[in-house]
C-alpha cells in the first residue's frame, strides 16, 4: 500500500536522522556484549515500569511492544481475535521467538524477564499467560491514583520489584544509584521537551512521522546513545531557515504506537497536514514530568510515575487538562484522536476529551484501527474531509 | 424470538417461585416507603462492594446491572458500540432516567448514590460519565491481590467509603452494626448453598434458567425477603421425587447475567440440556465463600470481597480451581464459557480454563454474545453440535 512507502517518500532534509537509522545494530551487538558479561536485559511493555530502578539494579532494559502484524496470527492461537493489536502483536513475538519461529521481532531472545504492569484489561490478562514462555513479574498499580494511600501502595509494589531485581542481578539499589538513573532519565526528559519545543515553529522544522520514528527509538536504545542521537537532531533544526507553511497543524492523541505501526501519521501527512504534537506514550506522555530530584527518590519515583495520565486510571482529568493546554501550547488547527481498535479506555475516555476539545472550539477527528492495511484508503478519506473542515 | 418464552413454555414445577414474580411490586413499595422515610438507597454495579457496610450505615441498596437492550441505543450516543452490553444497558438506563426517558429500567429514580468500583477497563471509564447523570463514589481495588499490602489498600479504601455513607445517612457504622450485617449476609449465603446442594440430584429439582431467575432477585430484593423466597423454595424443592435423567448436566462459567439476559441459558435447556451450576457473579462467586464472623469484622470483609474471583483480577488461580472443583462436585458432562461481547478479562482468561479443564478432560464449549436476539439460531446449532457430542 502506498501509505508504507510514506517514509521514504518523504525528503530526507535532516541528515542527523541517519544516527537512528545506524543506531540498531550498534544497540543490538552492545546488548549482546552485555549479556556475554552477565548483565541483566529487562523486556518491559510500559511507561509505568520505571527505567531508573532496573538501570540502578545494574540491568539494561528494552520495550517489547509490538507494531507489527507478522505476529498476530501466533497470538490468536491463544488470545480471543477482538483484542488491541498491540497486546496481539506483542504476546505473538515472544510466543513466536521461544517457540522456535522466525516472525517475532529479534530481541525477545535477549530478553532475561519480562516486567509487566496491570494496566488494562487485555495486557493484565495476556501477561497471564505470558510465564509459559519467558519469565515475567507484574507490579500492580492502583487504579485511583492521588490519594496518599493509593501512593504508599505503589511505593510498596516499586520497593517489592527492587528487591526482586536486586536477587536477579546481584545488585543492590542504593539510594545513590537510583538518584543518578534519575537524573539521567531526566537529562533525556529535558532533551525532548528541547526537541519537542522546535516544533512549535510554523512551519516545524520536522515531520511527525520523522519525530514518531525517533521516539520508537527512545524504548530499544541505550539512554546515552538515544540522547545523543537526539541532540545532533535538535542541533540540526536548529539550523534550519523556516520554510513556507505546510498545511493544518495536528495533534495526535491517544493509544501508543509501537515501532512498526506509523500507520495513521503517515496517512495525515501524505494527506497535506503536520503532526505538530502527540499525546501519547510515543508522544508528550513518556517525558512531559520530570522526576523529582530533590526529593526522597523512592517517593518521587513513585509520585511521578503514577501520574502519567493513562486512560487506565480514573478520573483521568490530567489528561484532559494536559490535551487541551497542548493544543494550545503548539498552536494545532484540529485533534486526531487514535484508538487501537478495542481498547476500552482510551475509547470510553474519547467521550470527555472531545467534550474539552468542543469547549475550546478545536475540532476533532476519531480514528479507531488495528494494525491491518484495509482501512487505509477509509481513513485517507476521512482525514481529507476533516482537514478540508478545517483549513 | 422462540428463545424468549422458553420460561413461560417450562412447565411451572415449583409454586414457590411464585414468590419471587410477586416480590417485585412489595419491594418497589418498601424502596418508596424507605425514602420518603429519609432511608438513602445505594445503586450498585458489582459484587466488590460489600452490602454489609451499606446497610450497617443504615441505607438500602439494590444492584443496577442491566440486562436489556432497550437503553443500548441511548448508552451508545456517549459510549462506544464495541464495549460490553451490560455496561451499555446499565449506563443506558441512568441516562434515559435522567433525560426523562421511559425505556429505562424504573430503579434509578429510587437510588440517591451510585457506589462504583474500578474492576474492568469499560466500566471505570463509564463511571466517569455518570456523576454528569447520578452521583457516584467510586471504590478502588488492587489487581493483584494476595499480598498484605493489596488488603491494607483494599481495608483503606472500604474505611474511607465507609466515612463517605455515614456523612450521607448520618448513621455511624458501629462495629457491632457491622457484625450483625455480616452475620445477615452469612445466612444469605448459607441458604445459597443450601439451594445449590439441591441441583447436586439427577436429575436436579429446578432448571438453570429458573435458578438464574431466582439469583437475579437476589440483587434487588432486600435480604429478609429474599431469603423467605429461597427457604420456601428449598423446602419445596426437597420434597420433590427425583424424576428421570434430564440430558447433559452442564456448568455455565464466565461473566455474569444481569436481570433481562437470560438468552444462553434459556437456549441451553430448550435444547434439551440442565444446567446444574453457574460460576459466575449471578451464581456461586455471590455466595461461594462467607466473611469471617470471628475475625475483626472490617479485615474479615475487606478478606473476602477481595477474594472473590473476577477476572478482573490477575492472576485469577483461584477461579481456575474453583471451576475444575465445581466440575466435579455438581458432576457435570460439560462447561459453556459465557462471555459478554468485548470482555477482554473473562475473554482471555478463557484460554486457561479451557486448558484446566481439558487436562481434566471435561469438555467446553465457549460463548461470546452480546444482549440481541440475531444469533440466538447460531447459538443453538453450536450447543446442539456440544451437547451432541458430550452425550
Known amino acids: 500500500m502506498w501509505y508504507t512507502y510514506v517514509s521514504e517518500l ?19 551487538a552492545q546488548l549482546k556484549e552485555e549479556r556475554a558479561k552477565g548483565i541483566r536485559v529487562i523486556g518491559t511493555f510500559c511507561l509505568y515500569i520505571p527505567d531508573e530502578i532496573i538501570f540502578a539494579a545494574g540491568a539494561d532494559r528494552i520495550v517489547l511492544c509490538g507494531g507489527g502484524t507478522e505476529t498476530i ?10 483484542i488491541c493489536p498491540l497486546i496481539k502483536s506483542s504476546f505473538g513475538a515472544v510466543v513466536d521467538a521461544c517457540c522456535g519461529g522466525n516472525r517475532a521481532c529479534p530481541h525477545i531472545p535477549l530478553v532475561d524477564l519480562v516486567v509487566a504492569e496491570a494496566t488494562c484489561d487485555g495486557k493484565k490478562k495476556m501477561y497471564e499467560i505470558l510465564p509459559e514462555y519467558i519469565p515475567t513479574y507484574v507490579i500492580d498499580l492502583p487504579q485511583k491514583p492521588g490519594s496518599p494511600e493509593a501512593l504508599e501502595y505503589f511505593l510498596s509494589e516499586l520497593r517489592k520489584f527492587a528487591q526482586f531485581i536486586e536477587n ?5 539499589v542504593t539510594e545513590t544509584a537510583l538518584r543518578q538513573e534519575i537524573q539521567s532519565a531526566n537529562d533525556t526528559k529535558r532533551l525532548l521537551h528541547r526537541l519537542f519545543s522546535l516544533r512549535k515553529r510554523d512551519p516545524p522544522p520536522i515531520t511527525g512521522s520523522e519525530i514518531l520514528r525517533v521516539m520508537q527509538k527512545q524504548f530499544f536504545l541505550a539512554p546515552a546513545q538515544f540522547r545523543e542521537g537526539v541532540n545532533r537532531l535538535c542541533d540540526e533544526m536548529e539550523q534550519i531557515t523556516p520554510g513556507t507553511r505546510t498545511g493544518p497543524r ?18 495525515i501527512e501524505q494527506r497535506g497536514a503536520t503532526i505538530v504534537v502527540e499525546e501519547s506514550c510515543t508522544g508528550t506522555r513518556s517525558f512531559w514530568d520530570l522526576v523529582d530530584e530533590n526529593a526522597d527518590p523512592w517517593k518521587a519515583l513513585a509520585e511521578r510515575y503514577l501520574e502519567i495520565p493513562c486512560a487506565c486510571m480514573t ?35 474519547r467521550f470527555r476529551v472531545q467534550k474539552a476539545l468542543k469547549k475550546e472550539k478545536i ?29
Chains 1, 2 share one sequence.
Open 10 to 28: 518523504m525528503t530526507p532534509l535532516l541528515k542527523s536522522l541517519d544516527f537512528f537509522k545506524d543506531s540498531y545494530e550498534i544497540r543490538v
Open 73 to 82: 496470527p501466533v497470538a490468536e492461537q491463544s488470545l480471543p481475535r477482538n
Open 168 to 172: 536477579l542481578t546481584g545488585h543492590e
Open 250 to 267: 495536528i495533534m495526535i492523541s491517544g493509544c501508543p504506537m509501537a515501532a512498526g505501526n506509523t500507520k495513521v501519521p503517515d496517512i
Open 315 to 349: 478520573p483521568n482529568d490530567q489528561r484532559i487538562s494536559r490535551i487541551v493546554d497542548l493544543a494550545k501550547l503548539y498552536n494545532v488547527d484540529g485533534v486526531v484522536y487514535y484508538t487501537l481498535q478495542f481498547c476500552h479506555a482510551y475509547n470510553i475516555e
Open 363 to 391: 475540532p476533532m477527528l476519531a480514528i479507531e484501527s488495528d494494525y491491518g492495511e484495509s482501512d487505509a484508503e477509509q481513513i485517507g478519506i476521512r482525514v481529507d474531509a476533516f482537514l478540508e473542515m478545517i483549513e
